[in-house]
């Protein structure tokens, strides 16, 4: 199953892509959060890129409680699966950041590239961290 993920933020939108065979997510881009103009891009998106499914990154704090902008998110992801008619998923997206960021650096990306990078590194770190959960459940790839 084709995932895009989606890291939401109120300012900006990190996208990532899986491959078919839920083995690999790598970032796409990162968008301005422009209203209902950004659901009809990401629904445009969808439907060129073939995804199958969407998941949406729910911010928490660290003791697990949703952030005040989770149900923000929340509320995007669900009118983007209205609109596009995929199913959707979401998963916390604590320290998905932090990981991207450290990634980033590792990879020799430099300082002043990684912040443009950064949203959509966190996407497909958030979407590789959801299948391979799903992998270690045994979740076949039409299961959310």
Known sequence: MRWM???HGTKKLGIAFSDELEILASP????PME???TLARLATLARVEGAQALLVGLPRHKDGAESATAPLARAFGEALAERTGLPLGFAEEHLSTAEAHRLL???GVKPADRKAKLDAAAAAVLLQAWMEERRAKGLPAAQL
């Open 5 to 7: 993920a989606l890291d």
């Open 28 to 31: 796409y881009a990162v968008w």
């Open 35 to 37: 209203g209902e103009a």
């Open 105 to 107: 650096a590792e990879r």
